[in-house]
């Protein structure tokens, strides 16, 4: 994503913002910064996070 692109809700029609946002996965939590909208709560993830860090974390998970 361009740093120029901003991202809206498609429900509430609001720009996302950065927030800091828990992932629990196997009883395991993490925090990372993602766009998310400040009405709803909806957090856009994008397919290079999904593919990248949060593939990343549940190998190291499942490894355990």
């Known amino acids: 994503m361009a740093e120029t692109e901003k991202l809206i809700c498609s429900k509430c029609k609001k720009e996302l913002v950065l927030k800091k946002t828990n992932f629990s996965y196997l009883g395991h939590s ?11 709560g909806m957090v856009y993830l994008s397919e290079e996070f999904v593919k990248g860090r949060m593939s990343e974390v549940e190998m190291q998970l499942e490894d355990k």
């Open 30 to 40: 993490f925090f990372t910064d993602l766009p998310k909208c400040p009405d709803c």
